[in-house]
């Protein structure tokens, strides 16, 4: 099913959905770090591939991302994108005291893509439940750069069949107050076959 | 004066304008330049060959297709198909090695098509900034032909 061919009852769908999953993340993130975190609703956008690093703020900002495939009953990818800011603060908090700026050492890979692979596995997994689907993330796979660099790859899946890309986004953060957020964009970025599965499954068909 | 191309595109222009693509991963960026009637494109493509049949979307997010619609733009625009010149950036591997047969390795197939096309239209390149595993911003001067490449990560930057 084309993107664009998405009515606003389907939208809605992909959009509760994606809140129920990115409700049960932020829970692991936040037992993870031991802060709060708090969730905007999930913003559906249909977008012009090339419009997609616009969307994040730039092509150029340095980004830290973080990718995993989805395999089992769906198919699509889910990338984890935070800020450098956002993924340094991150680090201080499961790491304890880090240097001054983000600087990427075994130890800080390895401990953001666990945070990578702890929060789609419970996005996944909150997911395969309502769709009564097994849904399984890939080892996740992480990169520092700039986030056009960073999402390219993710396009490239995405423009073998269009040039539109969904993207499924929920910003998370710490106390809204506080200067020292943690904040992040996540995104499920379903192929489009994948998508007729959602739509038999949870009653939002056609 | 400066023109951005965005994922997917291909622009031409003439001396002194300067193109950019920024944020190159995987895709690549390919410079095409007439140094006689001072006039370039750039194409910021993203998959390595149109398909034989069932193409969907644009033309210009394929290195062949893009690279084939930059020349006739040119030629149209007054340039020579034999003088023309190629510079090639991009093509990296974001995410690392170990698990290439996760992602095929996109940017190497793109790299290869781009070298193969421009081959087959016995284009030359003379410089050629691909592979690794980082991300670059291209800017193409019209008035030289030079390009820069840039990368933010390590803060190095290349002419070729």
Redesign the interface.
Known sequence: MPFRELNSVQLDTLKEVSNIGMGHAATALSQMIGQRVNLTVPNVTITEISQVPEHLGGAEKMMVGITLQILGDARGSIMLLFPEESAHRLLCSLLGQQEKGLVMTEVSVSALKEVGNILASAYLSALGNLLNKTLIPSVPLLAYDMAGAVVDHALIDLSQSGDFAMMIETDFGGEPDQDLAIKGHFFLLPDPVTLNIFFSDVGGAV | MSTRV????VRIDQSPAVLKA??????VAVALYDPEARIGGLGHL??PNRPKKNA???ES?YVDAGILEIVDQLVQAGANQDRLIAKVAGG?N???TS?QT??KS??ARNARSARATLASLGIPILGEEIGG?????VEFDLATGNMMVYC??DDDQVSI
């Open positions: 965005t994922i997917a595109q920024y944020g190159l991963g995987s895709c993203l998959l969907l979307g644009s997010k990296a974001m995410f690392e698990y996760l992602i996109i940017g595993n980082r991300g670059r911003t933010a990560r």
